[in-house]
């Protein structure tokens, strides 16, 4: 994980401004007509600096996949921008757009449906240099493929079998591999752990924790597992039906929870001290999320918050740093609660 010093003075890749993706919500079957919105992304801003890691954490439906088609221009958003080295990723068209791909790349969550079962490993990590040869030539591309699973853990001979050859973690690492093909400058990391076993999944973590240091890479780490992204991400933010709820760097979030929904979710990961245990106050949340076709007036987390008050239905909360606190959260009434805190 980089030192908070070195993610300071990285550089800006990306800048995302105001990004919004509303989905048509339609009736009917011959005569289709709209009824309303699916807000899947509702107005997110944040930066992603050189040789850092964002972690983007939140339960199922947050919106936190879709985030991750918008940047990688798999969805073209209803409004907002988003900016790959000050130049908006959505004006880009032909070869500008092509560069753009080439330096943002993805690892899917599931291992076992992102690798097509027909093509052998070689011709899965190889196919990214079909649409750009300039970055291997064709007489070195089996040289470049065997380099690539050396350096995800793999053994370079296996480059003739398929996937089904292979395990779960192992199918993963083929993923990872293929993200590094092009050399990118950013990979978009979508759950990448989650459909694996926990042992597997710190030797995917640690696998690229390396390869950030040995390439330089920045990371956007989308989980919901809390601990996963604690232990991979420099700075933290926190999703909630469409919209992010709190920001911080790790230490921030982790350790001063602000906003209620925040402290709920970290109030639900389990401790093994139990001495600590003891002392945690587990927080329930009544019901369940509202749907992201009907959201409520104001603060959208309102109808699940203990701390609701007149002003939530009225006014939307800012993503703004609160009095007592020192990073921004989404709530009128942001606090930091110490039962909360997660251990390393």
């Known amino acids: 994980m980089s030192t908070p010093e070195s993610v300071a003075k ?4 990306l800048d995302v401004q105001d990004l919004v993706k509303h989905f048509p919500l339609t009736q009917g079957i011959l005569f289709k007509r709209q009824v309303g919105h699916v807000k899947a992304v509702d107005g997110v801003d944040f930066q992603l600096h050189k040789g850092e890691t964002l972690g983007i954490v ?3 439906g947050c919106g936190k996949s879709t985030l991750a088609k918008l940047l990688m221009r798999l969805e073209d958003p209803t409004s907002g921008s988003a900016y790959y080295h000050g130049k908006d990723i959505y004006g880009m068209r032909g070869k500008e757009l092509r560069r753009m791909r080439r330096n943002i790349q993805i ?18 990590i190889g196919e990214p240099f079909e649409i750009h040869p300039d970055v291997a030539p064709k007489g070195d591309r089996r040289k470049h493929i065997r380099e690539l699973l050396d350096v995800v853990g793999l053994n370079p001979e296996h480059i003739n079998r398929y996937p089904h050859q292979f395990s779960g973690g192992q199918r993963q690492r083929i993923g990872i591999a293929r993200g590094l093909a092009l050399r990118p400058e950013v990979i978009i990391c979508d759950e990448p752990v989650s459909a694996l076993d926990v042992s597997v999944q710190a030797q995917v973590m640690n696998l690229l ?6 390439f330089g890479l920045s990371y956007i780490f989308i989980a919901h597992d809390l601990s996963v992204v604690r ?12 919209k992010l709820v709190e920001t911080g760097t790790e230490t921030e979030i982790y350790e001063r929870p602000t906003h209620p929904y925040t402290q709920a979710l970290l109030s639900a990961v389990p401790v ?9 106050q587990q927080i329930i949340l009544p019901g369940d999320p509202p749907s992201p076709a009907n959201i409520p007036s104001g603060c959208r987390f309102r109808t699940r918050c203990w701390k609701a008050e007149d002003i ?7 993503l703004k740093v609160r009095p ?6 989404a709530c009128h009434f942001a606090e930091t609660r110490g039962d909360v805190v997660v251990q390393h």
């Open 10 to 13: 990285g550089e800006m890749i």
């Open 58 to 60: 939140g339960e199922s």
């Open 107 to 124: 690892v899917f969550q599931d291992p076992y449906a992102s690798l097509n079962p027909r093509m052998t490993v070689g011709d899965i």
């Open 209 to 214: 924790d390396r390869l950030q240091d040995d």
């Open 231 to 242: 232990h991979i991400s420099d700075r933290v933010g926190v999703m909630y039906l469409g």
């Open 272 to 280: 093994p001290d139990p001495s600590v245990r003891g002392q945690r």
């Open 312 to 318: 939530c239905a009225e006014q939307v909360p800012e």
């Open 324 to 329: 007592g606190s020192d990073h921004p959260s």
